[in-house]
């Protein structure tokens, strides 16, 4: 390795700690706790992140569930208010009757309208009134239960989309750590560099078969590796690591060691201001994927594209 990437050790250490403190709301000391005295990971830190995660997910989890069950009780309660305030504006004396005792005031409101001596169950069930208003009922509740059952569906969609966006971050954390690409000394300028390849996660989604996980495109299809095959997570993250960044070489003989040497920047991408954060996405995305860009001027590309898109909510 050259002289002057020996030292990178430190600063990728730095990241790290600041990677698991932010995303993990692990303490100081708790990080320090994963290094042994030389500064090297301990045997069993990635046990301990790991560990880490799945009690986070499991909160995560559980909150949801609670959130959910006071949505359906919340939603439960609207309804019957509903149906009540319905009889009342209806013209039917309820009281206080709730629920199913509501229902029998409303028989007791067309009973007392009706000549006992033709008045029977099928009679009232039978009725116009009866009909009508247990349509609007009917069609009220099942509004409701439509309503809540979208509610339900996005938030148990977003709540899959985080979890799975966290399982492929983590997956390219492992790969930074094993591929060490070249970052500033300076933490927060190797931190937004490491923020391109976030924009091409965002890009896509992915699905998980077995214990391999697979790459969606934005017309939901499987991205496939140059010879036809399914490209994993692991595939794209690493092909987009070595698209972004300058990698440590063990030998530089020449321009051997240039990933730059004989490229040439031929104006195919074209920055414009994005219309929403969808669409910043997408250019970061192209952007890291070009193959006739360095790794500077991708960097240098997507910070001016940034620049261009402060505005946006």
């Given at each position: ?60 989890r559980d909150k949801a569930k609670e959130e ?246």
């Open positions: 390795m050259p002289l002057k990437h020996r030292n990178k050790m430190p600063e990728l250490k730095e990241v790290f700690s600041g990677l698991l403190v932010k995303g993990y709301n692990m303490t100081e000391a708790e990080v320090s706790s994963l290094f042994s005295e030389d500064g090297n990971p301990k045997d069993d830190a990635i046990e301990t992140i790991l560990s880490r995660q799945a009690t986070s997910l499991q909160k995560m959910r069950d006071q949505a359906f009780a919340r939603g439960v309660r609207e309804k019957a208010e509903e149906v009540e305030k319905a009889l009342k504006d209806a013209g039917v004396e309820i009281g206080d009757a709730k629920g199913a005792d509501a229902v029998k005031k409303l028989i007791e409101h067309i009973e007392a309208r009706t000549k006992p001596s033709d008045l029977d169950d099928d009679k009232v069930k039978n009725s116009a009134f009866f009909r009508k208003r247990e349509k609007e009922l009917l069609d009220q509740i099942s509004a409701k239960e439509t309503e809540f059952k979208k509610a339900w569906s996005d938030r148990d969609a977003k709540e899959q989309r985080e979890r799975d966006l966290s399982s492929v971050k983590g997956k390219r954390d492992d790969l930074v750590k094993t591929m060490k690409p070249i970052l500033p000394e300076d933490p927060e300028k190797a931190r937004r560099q490491l923020s391109v390849i976030d924009h091409a996660i965002d890009a896509h989604t992915y699905e998980k078969e077995g214990d391999t996980w697979y790459v969606i495109n934005k017309e939901g299809k499987r991205l496939e590796t140059s010879n036809g095959l399914p490209m994993t997570v692991e595939q794209f993250l690493e092909a987009e690591i070595k698209a972004t960044y300058e990698l440590p070489v063990s030998d530089k003989k020449g321009a051997a060691g240039d990933i730059t040497k004989g490229t040439e920047n031929k104006g195919a991408i074209k920055l414009q201001k994005p219309a929403n954060r969808q669409a910043l996405a997408a250019q970061i995305h192209e952007i890291s994927e070009n193959t006739t860009l360095s790794s500077k001027e991708k960097v240098e590309m997507v910070n001016q594209l940034k620049e261009m898109a402060q505005d946006l909510a």
